[in-house]
């Protein structure tokens, strides 16, 4: 009996200890170290499986291991998870006076029919979209419209100017300057270089980590950082003082990357929000799970209000919505 307790304390313990040491590597190494850059974009629900059988043993065997159990769980729900905690006190005392959405429509997985549909439904001023196939379907005539290969901006307001910034034959960000009815705004679609390929081909089903690609694996981060470094930098030579970044990054909040460089714009749902904000579908070999890549970025004279996940139009990305009141914008 005594042996039991001893085996399940080191467990309860354990579990404890390694939960923390996920969260140190994924906030030291995600996005610099190719197994933190693993642990950043992989499946985060799989921690909470020990609770399953630890929590029920304790309520049996021995209730004070439920303390711990406790703090392990919190950990895992709360940091490791990204629960995003935020009310927005603003939220009843301002009103909305720009909507922006952000679209991944998966090239060939959302018709033109189906988007014309959210565009009713949500009611954006502004959406960003990405991957849109070439020709793959046109946007109502009463929209301004804006394309860069696969990025489109779609405005109710006219579109005064535009820039592309290119990624080899791909595009990381498309900027157009709206003329709203408070002033112009600065209003940039991004969709950046994606991990996932260089971890599917780290992550092999027959030996766990295919360690012959973890050069190519250092190789993507690098490349990643890169990119984010070079859109930030175009970025900050637009005259325009208000701005909105909005796409596809990428980026969870807490990667090296996203902290380093993009933390310094207000995230409408980190700041608005209570929840976590999934809106990307991920599979990787026999693990299914969801993650908050995509985001919603504005300089300080956009104040979000609110911010929320929009319907499934088929994509395995989810679009993402903002308020924001701009009463203030400089003309």
Not at 5 to 17: D, E, P, Q, R, S
Request: charged fraction near 15%; glycine fraction near 6%.
């Amino acid at each position: 009996m005594r042996l039991i307790t001893n085996v399940f304390n080191l467990f309860i313990y354990g579990y404890l200890v390694a939960v923390i040491g996920v969260l140190a590597i994924i906030w030291f190494s995600g996005d610099r170290w190719w197994f933190g850059t693993i642990l950043l974009y992989g499946p985060r629900w799989i921690y909470a499986m020990p609770l399953l059988v630890f929590v029920p043993f304790a309520l049996l065997w021995r209730q004070q291991w439920l303390w711990p159990l406790a703090l392990t769980a919190l950990l895992i729900v709360w940091p490791l998870m990204g629960l995003n905690l935020h009310l927005n006190s603003q939220q009843a005392a301002e009103n909305p006076a720009l909507r922006v959405m952000t679209y991944n429509v998966e090239r060939w997985n959302v018709s033109g029919e189906e988007f014309s549909a959210l565009l009713d439904e949500i009611q954006p001023d502004i959406a960003a979209v990405q991957e849109l196939a070439p020709n793959r379907w046109d946007i109502p005539s009463h929209w301004y419209v804006k394309r860069a290969r696969t990025s489109v901006v779609v405005s109710r307001y006219p579109i005064i100017r535009s820039e592309i910034l290119m990624r080899g034959v791909g595009v990381s960000g498309l900027y157009c300057v709206i003329a709203t009815p408070n002033g112009p705004v600065g209003f940039v679609c991004v969709d950046m270089l994606t991990p996932r390929r260089a971890l599917k081909g780290i992550l092999n089903g027959s030996t766990i980590f295919n360690l012959s690609q973890i050069d190519k694996t250092q190789r993507m981060i690098t490349k990643r950082w890169q990119e984010s470094k070079q859109l930030s930098m175009w970025l900050k030579g637009f005259p325009e003082s208000e701005k909105i970044i909005a796409g596809d990054f990428n980026l969870v909040v807490d990667s090296g990357i996203y902290r380093s460089i993009w933390s310094e714009f207000q995230n409408s749902y980190s700041q608005t929000e209570v929840g976590y904000g999934h809106t990307k579908r991920t599979k990787i070999n026999v693990f299914n799970y969801t993650a908050r890549i995509d985001h919603i970025l504005s300089t300080p004279g956009l104040t979000p209000l609110r911010t929320w996940v929009g319907p499934d139009y088929g994509s395995d990305h989810l679009p993402l919505v903002a308020e924001f009141t701009y009463k203030n914008l400089k003309k």
